[in-house]
């Protein structure tokens, strides 16, 4: 185990940057062979995975299996078996192309950035970071990892799992866990930055990487909500709140924040709801995010709401905040602690009219018959809709994860976020000498292209006969241009 950070700094640019174009150019098949071989042997010592994962985070060994090495080396299988296929060139032959283009072969391929900047978040310090270092990896960049808090420890084991697979040296750096470090490789000009973290702090990476036109992926805070309809089952609905509560400490994005109960009928799943957050283990809160608890429980409390648990305990249960209304400020926070705010509602329609006036849109969960359910998540703006169940259908390798709103933008995971990792390069070559565009154009041009224009977007037959016949014509009198002009000379 590696036991100092490796601090990537501008000092190592130049190396990073050179192993980077040699791994780009290394075959698909060879860098998915190292991640293979990582997979492996990240199995082989997962204990000294969780081992490293800071015992701050409020969660057992089994969650730290479950929640992050399990879902971690499910998405390296995933691009090990479907990489190739999503990166695969695409020639596009001539099937689509305009008549006037007849003579031109184009490819697009899918090409690594460069130098990725992976920003990770405290709360999961290996599952989504080691993901998109992966994929970074496999798309041929190289990659920057600045931890989370306290995340230094699990990243360095996973670089040196793979620097022991057989990874080139200089393609992955892991970076101290400081806010400076940050600003400083943001500094440094990335290709590109993937940034997991709070609004506030996303809003803050935007401007930095503005300066230099840099593009960002930003997943960024949640404020998610779960939507119980009449046909719910209470009692599926209180299992699944209550573990929303307690995974991680309620330290997770897509935890669940306001609960909007539609329709008549919900009173026994309340008393149980009460119930269970009652017998359940509080967890200590860091200062800063117990006062914006408090600040958001007592505004809640100041506006009508009935308040059920306390925010200024030194461990918090869940607090249960009923009588809530959408446009209150605990409705419209980013609150990474254990509140869940109950939000009355007589239809869909009223559901989405509420959760409009919520700035974020990550996730979304729905409870009840699956028809109402799936026409109402058609209508949600939110990255992903959850019918039936709460955050663990996430974690699917297959999937792409990413926010609306105020919540980010761009996708990790899944084969979108293995595309993120990559830009679009096309090549196109003219198989024939034509060059008949390099011409100076007259009024004779003027009457062919407006020819092949309504040849070729004609509403009816009969107005793509005459376009045809209109470029004929106008085809003969430049064809008669141009052989005058080629007598004169």
């Known amino acids: 185990m590696i036991t100092e950070p490796q601090i990537a700094t501008r000092t190592n640019a130049e190396h990073v940057r ?3 174009m040699q791994w780009a150019e290394t075959p698909l098949a060879r860098r998915l062979n190292v991640l293979r071989k990582a997979r492996h042997e990240l199995a082989r ?78 709360n999961y310090p290996l599952l989504l970071a080691g993901v998109q270092t992966l994929q970074a990896l496999a798309a041929g960049n190289a990659v920057v990892w600045k931890p989370g808090r306290n995340g230094c420890d699990v990243a360095d084991v996973f670089k040196a799992v ?74 599926r609905v209180v299992d699944a709140l209550a573990w929303g509560m307690r995974l991680n400490g309620s330290a997770t994005c897509i935890a669940p924040r306001r609960l909007f109960l539609v329709g008549q009928g919900h009173e026994i799943l309340i008393a149980s709801l009460r119930e269970r957050f009652e017998a359940m283990d509080g967890v200590e809160l860091a200062p800063a995010p117990q006062e914006r608890l408090r600040e958001a429980v007592d505004d809640a409390e100041r506006s009508g709401a009935t308040v059920c648990g306390n925010a200024g305990a030194s461990s918090v249960k869940p607090v249960l905040v009923l009588g809530g209304r959408p446009e209150m400020k605990i409705a419209q926070d980013d609150l990474f602690a254990p509140v869940l705010t109950v939000l009355q509602v007589a239809d869909a329609n009223e559901v989405l009219q509420a959760d409009a006036l919520c700035p974020f849109g990550l996730t979304a969960a729905i409870f009840g018959d699956q028809r109402p359910a799936l026409a109402l998540s058609r209508q949600l703006n939110v990255g992903t809709v959850l019918v039936n169940d709460l955050i663990f259908p996430t974690v699917d390798p297959r999937v792409p994860f990413g926010g609306r709103r105020g919540s980010g933008f761009g996708t990790t995971r899944g084969a979108e976020g293995l595309l993120e990792m990559t830009t679009a390069k096309v090549t196109a070559i003219r198989k024939d000498r034509l060059g008949l565009h390099y011409l100076e154009t007259g009024s004779a041009h003027e009457e062919l292209f407006r020819g092949v224009i309504a040849m070729s977007h004609g509403g009816n037959l009969r107005e793509r006969f005459a376009g045809l016949r209109r470029m004929i014509a106008a085809a003969k009198k430049v064809a008669e241009s141009m052989s005058k002009g080629l007598e004169k000379q």
């Open 162 to 235: 793979l620097m022991q697979a057989g990874l080139p040296d200089g393609l992955l750096q892991v970076t101290d866990d400081g806010t400076a470090t940050a600003i400083a490789e943001l500094q440094s000009r990335p290709d590109k930055v993937f940034f997991t973290g709070s609004a506030t702090a996303g809003r803050a990476v935007l401007r930095l990487a503005a300066e230099h036109a840099i593009p960002v992926v930003a997943e960024l805070s949640g404020c998610d909500a779960v939507i119980v309809l009449e046909s719910a089952d209470p009692a």
């Open 45 to 122: 010592i997962s204990d000294r995975l969780v081992d490293a994962i800071s015992p701050e985070l409020h969660r057992t060994r089994a969650d730290s299996y479950g929640a992050e090495v399990l879902p971690l080396l499910s998405a390296c299988r995933f691009l090990e078996e479907d990489a190739e296929r999503i990166l695969k060139p695409r020639r596009l032959g001539t099937k689509h192309r305009p008549f006037w283009l007849a003579g031109i072969d184009s490819t697009v391929e899918r090409v690594p950035f460069g130098v990725v900047l992976i920003i990770a978040p405290a």
């Open 18 to 20: 050179l192993a980077q």
